[in-house]
């Protein structure tokens, strides 16, 4: 069975950094394309980055380019999101996703139950 | 950006009848159209992808259907868990986008 467990969320100023980890298991980890996708409070879902097999594919949303970072270890199956210069809007859960391919197809099959982020000062 | 746009907002119905969930793209997305199936305080759940096609697991009373600009999810008899929020989105190019979402409820 699939199991995404997302951690590193927390209440942080407007402005400071955070790292947001995501532990798979139950499949092959560098089999697949990897996501974050995030929900704000009331609102709908928002894809945030995608990242392929082997780190040699990476895309963000326009709202996170050049703030955010996502990253892969495929030896320890994990997937990060390193937020920095975080604003007010990035509150939201963050979702850890799996592609369902080992390239960025943008079908997003398996979701992680999310960590929440709270940016307020 | 394409824009995703579901009707109804929300959708009253009862346990045991039909129900169609109707997504509408701004411009043609051919047939690169998922819907997904959100419950309250759970992980959301991948029920369609490329317009038709059921991912694994889903049962067969989730169909889907359309191309183009226009797309529907039909749940053929709405079972009790079915009560929750849909969201269609697109994969037709960067960035990838969710529409509104459509929540179903016990009327």
């Known amino acids: 069975e699939v199991q995404l467990v997302e951690s590193g969320g927390g209440l942080v100023q407007p402005g400071r950094s955070l790292r947001l980890s995501c532990a798979a298991s139950g499949f092959t980890f560098d089999d697949y394309a990897m996501h974050w996708v995030r929900q704000a409070p009331g609102k709908g879902l928002e894809w945030v980055s995608g990242i392929n097999w082997n780190s040699g594919s990476i895309d963000y949303a326009a709202s996170v380019k050049g703030r955010f970072t996502i990253s892969r270890d495929n030896a320890k199956n994990s997937l990060y999101l390193q937020m920095n210069s975080l604003r007010v809007e990035d509150t939201a859960l963050y979702h850890c996703v799996t592609d369902n391919q080992i390239s960025t197809s943008w079908i997003f099959e398996s979701w992680g139950q999310g960590t929440l982020v709270i940016v307020s000062s | 950006e394409i824009v995703l746009t579901q009707s109804p907002a929300t959708l009253s119905l009862s346990p045991g009848e039909r129900a169609t969930l109707s997504c509408r793209a701004s411009q043609s997305i051919s047939n690169n159209l998922a819907w997904y199936q959100h419950k309250p305080g759970r992980a959301p759940r991948l029920l369609i992808y490329?317009?038709?096609n059921r991912a694994t697991g889903i049962p067969a009373r989730f169909s889907g259907r359309g191309s183009g600009t226009d797309f529907t999810l039909t749940i053929s008899s709405l079972e009790p868990e079915d009560f929750v929020v849909y969201y269609c989105?697109?994969?037709?190019?960067?960035?990838?986008?969710f529409g509104g979402g459509t929540k179903v409820e016990i009327k």
């Open positions: 989105q697109h994969r037709y190019n960067w960035p990838p986008h």
């Open positions: 490329d317009a038709s």
